[in-house]
C-alpha cells in the first residue's frame, strides 16, 4: 500500500473518531504546514477563516508549544476572543488537541464531537492515529539529483520537450522524474511539488 493511500485510510478513521469533525495540520514548518485537513461543519471553517482565528486560537497555540493530548476543556491557555465558546454554537462544544514531533515539524489535530467529552480510550486512540499520520506523512530530507533537476528545468518555465532535450533525456523520462518527485513531496500537481521543494530547500 502506498503512503497516500494509507494517508487517506487513517484519515478514514479519524472521521469516524471525531463525530463533529476534525482539523489536522502535518508538519508544519516555516509557520505553514505540508498538508492540512479540515471537516469541521464549513460555516465554522469559514467563520474562522474570515475572523482570522488560526493566530488567536488557543488549541493551535497548546499545539504548536507543547506535545501530548488535552481534552479542549481543559487547555491552560487563555481565550480572550472566546473562540471555543463560539466553536460550540456550530457544534463543536467537546474536543481534544493531539500535538507531536519536533517543533521544527510539529503536527497539530483537533478533534470534535457535540455531545459529550472524549473518554480517555478514545484520546488514546485518537493519539495512536495523529502519530502514524506523522510518521506517514514525514517529508523527504532529499530528492535525487534527477528529480532535482527535473523540478529545475520545469521551475524555469520549459515546457516536458523543452525541458527534456535540455536534460538530454526522453519527454517521458522527465515524466517519470516529476512523478517520482511528486509522490515524495506529496504534491498532487507539478507546480505543488516545485513549491514545495523550495519550502524545504530542496531546490
Same mark, same amino acid.
Given at each position: 500500500m502506498g503512503r497516500n493511500q494509507m494517508i487517506d485510510e487513517l484519515l478514514g478513521e479519524m472521521g469516524e473518531q471525531a463525530p463533529a469533525g476534525y482539523f489536522l495540520a502535518l508538519h508544519i514548518r516555516f509557520a505553514a504546514?505540508?498538508?492540512?485537513?479540515?471537516?469541521?461543519?464549513?460555516?465554522?471553517?469559514?467563520?474562522?477563516?474570515?475572523?482570522?482565528?488560526?493566530l488567536r486560537d488557543p488549541m493551535i497555540a497548546f499545539g504548536v508549544s507543547q506535545t501530548g493530548a488535552t481534552r479542549w476543556s481543559a487547555i491552560p491557555i487563555p481565550? #480572550?476572543?472566546?473562540?471555543? %465558546?463560539? !466553536?460550540?454554537?456550530?457544534? /463543536?462544544?467537546?474536543?481534544?488537541?493531539?500535538?507531536?514531533?519536533?517543533?521544527?515539524?510539529?503536527?497539530?489535530?483537533?478533534?470534535?464531537?457535540?455531545?459529550?467529552?472524549?473518554?480517555?480510550?478514545e484520546i488514546a486512540a485518537a493519539t495512536g492515529l495523529v502519530l502514524?499520520?506523522?510518521?506517514?506523512?514525514? #517529508?523527504?530530507?532529499?530528492? %535525487?539529483? !534527477?528529480?532535482?533537476?527535473? /523540478?529545475?528545468v520545469i521551475a524555469r518555465g520549459d515546457r516536458y520537450a523543452a525541458g527534456a532535450e535540455k536534460l538530454g533525456?526522453?519527454?517521458?523520462?522527465l515524466k517519470a522524474?516529476?512523478?517520482?518527485?511528486?509522490?515524495?513531496?506529496?504534491?498532487?500537481?507539478?507546480?505543488?511539488?516545485?513549491?514545495?521543494a523550495k519550502d524545504y530547500r530542496l531546490i
Amino acid at each position: 500500500m502506498g503512503r497516500n493511500q494509507m494517508i487517506d485510510e487513517l484519515l478514514g478513521e479519524m472521521g469516524e473518531q471525531a463525530p463533529a469533525g476534525y482539523f489536522l495540520a502535518l508538519h508544519i514548518r516555516f509557520a505553514a504546514p505540508i498538508m492540512m485537513f479540515r471537516t469541521y461543519n464549513k460555516a465554522w471553517t469559514d467563520h474562522y477563516s474570515q475572523s482570522a482565528y488560526a493566530l488567536r486560537d488557543p488549541m493551535i497555540a497548546f499545539g504548536v508549544s507543547q506535545t501530548g493530548a488535552t481534552r479542549w476543556s481543559a487547555i491552560p491557555i487563555p481565550d #480572550p476572543f472566546g473562540i471555543m %465558546t463560539e !466553536a460550540a454554537q456550530f457544534g /463543536l462544544s467537546y474536543g481534544v488537541c493531539i500535538s507531536c514531533g519536533p517543533v521544527t515539524s510539529r503536527t497539530v489535530a483537533g478533534l470534535a464531537r457535540d455531545d459529550r467529552e472524549f473518554t480517555d480510550e478514545e484520546i488514546a486512540a485518537a493519539t495512536g492515529l495523529v502519530l502514524r499520520l506523522h510518521h506517514q506523512s514525514e #517529508p523527504p530530507d532529499h530528492l %535525487t539529483r !534527477a528529480e532535482k533537476e527535473a /523540478l529545475e528545468v520545469i521551475a524555469r518555465g520549459d515546457r516536458y520537450a523543452a525541458g527534456a532535450e535540455k536534460l538530454g533525456i526522453s519527454e517521458s523520462a522527465l515524466k517519470a522524474r516529476l512523478s517520482t518527485a511528486r509522490s515524495k513531496l506529496f504534491a498532487r500537481t507539478t507546480a505543488e511539488a516545485i513549491q514545495r521543494a523550495k519550502d524545504y530547500r530542496l531546490i
